[in-house]
């Protein structure tokens, strides 16, 4: 089973190599992709020496179609699997190998890692905002869902195209709702988590207020989706 | 309305022309949006220029009822071409969109191509 695992990256120039080498050490290079999403410091220059398999956006796209970037590429390339890994050094890769293992085990279409399963939500303005996502998506979608907004995920081929089709912004709740109405199965396993060392989140205040609206309406939009198998 | 204040409402619709005309001779303005803003004035032009028009249609339909359509129509041509435009600049952001990354795909099969010529 040949799988694909793709690093979003946008400014994280002094997080990446450590990220590197933790992926390396347990995943060949022709498992990796890292995007760059036009990031405007070392980010490009840092991946052309590793010699990983990178690619580059010339323009900032955001982290949206970052993740349709390395859908699409898995699509092209004909992987079983595509799994999504931050670039910020906050997600373990024994996590990460546990997701593929669950995933492997072919009772599952979609495995999802969870920073809340095995412990409360911050008391934060975000903590809340993950709670209240992470209610509205296990109501709409019919599976026990803690953590929506986890970027730690793998989704298995057959449902990587119906994933670029749904109307999404982040893949979090709208994307865990719009494929389980479609019928894919899902897991959930807690996952470890370290602290951002260096750079700035990509939810900025901006983004931060309208996150909720924009999630609120993909969740509309993705529970009016079609039910159904999803033919490939 | 006196015949200076037509004059002077024309001359600024005739600028406003002018200046779209201008654009879509210089490609900034497709012919579709030149038709539109185009047929708009041309017709803002002509009220302004012989407004016995609405009092023409006035003394068919009543004093109120030109004004209230005219109005009526406007607005909701307006928020048509919005929501029009609206869909045709989502449309150029998807096909936008669409190239960066198929740029990106082939910037990274370059890439390959180049490392294995240097190896060979």
Redesign the interface.
Known sequence: MRGLIVVPAYNEEANLPPVIEALRSCLGDEQLLF?DDGSSDGTARVLQESGVN??????N?GYR?TI??GM??GL?HGVDFVGFFDADGQHHTKDLMRLIETYRSGDYDVVLGSRYQDRNTPRSARGMGTRLFAVIASKYSGVKVTDPTCGLKLIGRRWLQAAVDLPCEDFHAEFIIGLARLGARFAELPIDISPRTEGTSMYHLSKAVLYPARTLLCVAAGYLVRSGPVEH | MDLRTRLVVCAMIAAVLFWIFRSFSRHKLSSGQTLFWGTMLIGGFFTALFPTLVDLVSSMWGTLLPVSWISFIAILSLIGYLMHQSMVINAQQTRL?QL??Q???L??RLRSLQESGGSD
């Open positions: 995007v990178w690619l580059s956006h010339p323009v796209l179609e349709v970037t699409r590429w092209e | 969109t960066i990354r740029t990106s795909f910037e990274r």
